[in-house]
């Protein structure tokens, strides 16, 4: 199969179309509005990425202004056929030679299964309760091709010494969203200009080929400033070979009738090296200062805490500073503040403990009118609300784990993490008016905003300090504990509060 020419983009027209599948020019040069269309939200940002991916490489246009053009209008089918021409072979799931991000003649002692392909569906004690069983017993060409991208780009490694994606373990995905496909395709493809912004070896890679054709020898150093930008894109690091069985079936995974279905494939575990990191557009990095060495890594999500508290990262950039971490959002969404006035931003990704999947993630965070030149706001408002979470934690703690007199003798806490339950509850209740907040804020005027969101939290901060402590309100033992730990939240919320006039 083809992925330039045949239909394999899983979409319904909005608002409520049937689902059907399409071509890449049906959907570049017609105007449809139409969603992506797939049981999965994972595979649904993934279809989407892939769809990127080819657009920024194949129709890469060559400033804003045709970038604008295109995100307005669809494009002409002598533009597509012509932007087409030179990968023809380059995109073909089953090609003899070169299969798309696959290697001919991968040996394995045993076939894998296709479901070892969909991220998470194995593995993971939990993966029974979020994914219908058989979802990847085979799959049509379509939903494996997306499939095989996504392991390659955001998934964990297979484990046992195979190497996992260009930007590490499970990294967050960012990406802008539009109103429809097409339009939210090209919000999220760079302009020549931009490439060279982000990989200033654009020019001397642009006419490398993807690993697929031209593969990486056993044991090479790549330093990461010779991956040009659709090698990169379509990395894949293990070699991999999916093996298909004619016969008319429904896909596992779309449920549409493929005539051939991939129902399980070969994979063998390659070594290299690649020195630096691969500035991937597509995710936000973060970079610290280590013992006199700079740290740069990409974003994931590492903790249960919601998509909002890393917000900042994904919109705001900022240097190192001695204290503070630097931070840098993904290059599509920094060329978005020039491109467009509110912001819903796509996050999805994995949370992983090495190669098992623990939980998936997929949010749109809405940022009102005014965000691209007002991120500092993004930062002090995701700041404060971290702020009411920690002083909540910070007393809890306390009353957890005790406190030292003044004497320095031990003063013996509750003995139970009752912190990390209010964390859990804090984060639940507090989603709704963080996320209200960014979608509403006057970027031009936030002080109003922030002031109504402080209290709420401030209110909230107090009511599950209480409830936490509650239980133990007539336990002798615990009476300091409790008013220390009391006293340290006052003193916290305090802090957070800005000073008015008259207040003491
Ligand atoms: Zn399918």
């Known amino acids: 199969m083809n992925l330039l020419t045949e239909p394999w983009i899983p979409v319904r027209l909005l608002p409520a179309g049937r689902p059907e599948k399409i071509t890449l020019s049906r959907l570049l040069c017609e105007d449809g509005h139409w969603e992506l269309c797939l049981p999965r939200d994972d595979m649904e940002l993934a279809a989407l990425q892939m769809l990127v991916c080819m657009a920024q490489v194949i129709f890469t246009p060559k400033d804003v202004g045709e970038l604008k053009q295109r995100i307005v209008s669809p494009m002409s089918p002598e533009v597509f056929d012509s932007g087409c021409a030179p990968f023809q072979d380059w995109f073909r799931l089953d090609h003899p030679d070169y299969p798309f991000m696959q290697v001919r003649g991968v040996k394995a002692k045993e076939f894998t299964p296709m479901d070892k392909?969909?991220?998470?569906?194995?593995?993971?004690?939990?993966?029974?309760?979020?994914?219908?069983?058989?979802?990847?017993?085979?799959?049509?060409?379509?939903c494996a091709a997306i499939a095989l991208f996504n392991q390659a780009s955001n998934a964990p490694s297979f484990g046992g010494g195979f190497k996992g994606s260009l930007r590490g373990g499970a990294p967050v995905t960012t990406l802008v969203q539009g109103e429809h496909l097409r339009q939210t395709?090209?919000?999220?493809?760079?302009?020549?200009?931009?490439?060279?912004?982000?990989?200033?070896?654009?020019?001397?890679?642009?006419?490398?080929?993807?690993?697929?054709?031209?593969?990486?020898?056993?044991?090479?150093?790549?330093?990461?400033?010779?991956?040009?930008?659709?090698?990169?894109?379509?990395?894949?690091?293990a070699h991999i070979e999916l093996l298909a069985s004619d016969g008319e079936q429904s896909c596992s995974c779309c449920g549409f009738v493929a005539k051939?279905?991939?129902?399980?494939?070969?994979?063998?575990k390659f070594n290299y090296t690649i020195t630096d990191l691969w500035p991937h557009p597509?995710?936000?990095?973060?970079?610290?200062?280590?013992?006199?060495v700079r740290e740069e890594k990409f974003v994931s999500f590492t903790t249960t805490a919601p998509a909002w508290t890393q917000l900042s990262r994904f919109v705001v950039q900022r240097q190192i500073d001695g204290r503070n971490e630097g931070q840098e959002p993904?290059?599509?969404?920094?060329?978005?503040?020039?491109?467009?006035?509110?912001?819903?931003?796509?996050?999805?990704?994995?949370?992983?403990?090495?190669?098992?999947?623990?939980?998936?993630?997929?949010?749109?965070?809405f940022l009102n009118d005014g965000w691209s030149s007002k991120t500092g706001v993004v930062h002090e408002l995701v700041g404060l609300a971290i702020g009411y979470r920690d002083a909540l934690n910070k007393a809890?703690?306390?009353?957890?784990?005790?406190?030292?007199?003044?004497?320095?003798?031990?003063?013996?806490?509750?003995?139970?993490?009752?912190?990390?339950?209010?964390?859990?509850?804090?984060?639940?209740?507090?989603e709704d008016t963080v996320l209200d907040s960014l979608a509403s804020i006057d970027f031009a005027n936030p002080?109003?905003?922030?002031?109504?969101?402080?209290?709420?939290?401030?209110l909230l901060d107090i009511e599950l300090f209480e409830n936490s402590v509650r239980p133990y309100l007539n336990d002798p033992e615990l009476v300091r504990t409790m008013a220390i730990s009391r006293n340290t939240l006052r003193k916290h919320l305090k802090a957070l509060k800005p000073q008015q006039d008259g207040e003491e």
Not at 128 to 135: I, R
Not at 283 to 292: L, S
């Open 185 to 237: 395709l090209w919000l999220n493809v760079l302009s020549e200009d931009k490439i060279i912004e982000n990989f200033p070896w654009h020019q001397e890679t642009k006419k490398q080929r993807p690993s697929w054709i031209e593969p990486l020898k056993a044991g090479e150093v790549v330093p990461a400033q010779k991956i040009g930008l659709l090698r990169g894109l379509f990395w894949q690091p």
């Open 117 to 142: 392909l969909l991220a998470g569906v194995t593995g993971a004690t939990n993966s029974c309760f979020v994914n219908e069983p058989g979802l990847a017993a085979c799959l049509c060409e379509g």
């Open 330 to 365: 993904s290059a599509v969404v920094r060329q978005a503040q020039g491109v467009i006035k509110s912001l819903r931003l796509n996050i999805g990704g994995y949370r992983n403990n090495q190669a098992s999947i623990i939980e998936r993630r997929h949010e749109i965070i």
């Open 396 to 430: 809890l703690f306390v009353f957890s784990n005790g406190f030292k007199d003044a004497k320095g003798s031990k003063v013996k806490g509750a003995g139970v993490s009752v912190h990390e339950v209010a964390k859990e509850q804090f984060y639940r209740r507090t």
């Open 282 to 292: 597509h995710g936000a990095r973060i970079a610290k200062v280590k013992n006199g």
């Open 260 to 268: 051939r279905l991939c129902d399980r494939f070969n994979k063998a």
């Open 447 to 458: 002080a109003p905003v922030l002031l109504a969101m402080g209290e709420r939290l401030r």
